[in-house]
């Protein structure tokens, strides 16, 4: 069986509401998940993972260090079946305004709560519950980032009709 490889990014942000997750929805199967794409010949996990999400979303991330996680799942293209692995990073958004590549048909900023329902897959939940503990553990750590600009958008903002 052929496998697959991609990588993606569980990007976040922290405003006034809180901590929101960036979802994105598909223009193929109109499913709702986080930013990712194949790893191309001579590209590392992490440049992949970049590259797709400025492709996907025109924004950038400061990846945060330490959490790397991967999902295995397979799945049909035409007759054949294939394996996919993708490889997950968090990264805290540097930028805010979500510039939509032809892949995708919507966006969304949204709590953890909402964000988890609106996610398409079991496995991509249970993604979002790893990195949401995984940032608890950090919260009594410093942040190097600095805030982002205010007034954020507020919840639900999109193009979502």
């Known amino acids: 069986m052929h496998t697959e490889r991609s990588a993606g990014?569980?990007?976040f942000r922290d405003g006034h509401a809180g901590r929101?997750?960036?979802?994105l929805r598909?223009?193929?199967?109109?499913?709702?998940g986080f930013p990712k794409g194949r790893v191309e010949p001579g590209e590392d996990e992490i440049a992949a993972a970049l590259r797709e999400l400025h492709e996907e979303a025109g924004i950038t991330v400061e990846i945060v260090p330490g959490f790397r996680e991967v999902l295995h799942y397979g799945f049909?293209?035409?007759?054949k079946n294939l394996h996919k692995e993708v490889?997950?990073?968090?990264?805290?958004?540097?930028s805010f305004a979500v510039q939509l590549s032809g892949e995708?048909?919507?966006y969304l900023w949204a709590s953890y709560e909402r964000t988890r329902q609106r996610l398409s897959y079991e496995n991509a939940?249970?993604?979002l519950d790893r990195a949401e503990r995984f940032l608890e553990t950090l919260k009594s750590l410093p942040s190097s980032s600095p805030s982002p600009p205010s007034p954020l958008p507020s919840e639900g903002e999109g193009r979502e009709g």
Do not use: K, N, P, T
Request: hydrophobic fraction near 45%.
């Open 104 to 106: 995708h048909l919507d």
């Open 20 to 23: 929101e997750y960036l979802l």
């Open 125 to 127: 939940q249970e993604l």
């Open 9 to 11: 990014v569980i990007v």
């Open 26 to 32: 598909s223009a193929s199967g109109g499913h709702w």
């Open 87 to 94: 490889v997950y990073f968090l990264g805290r958004a540097r």
């Open 76 to 79: 049909a293209r035409g007759s």
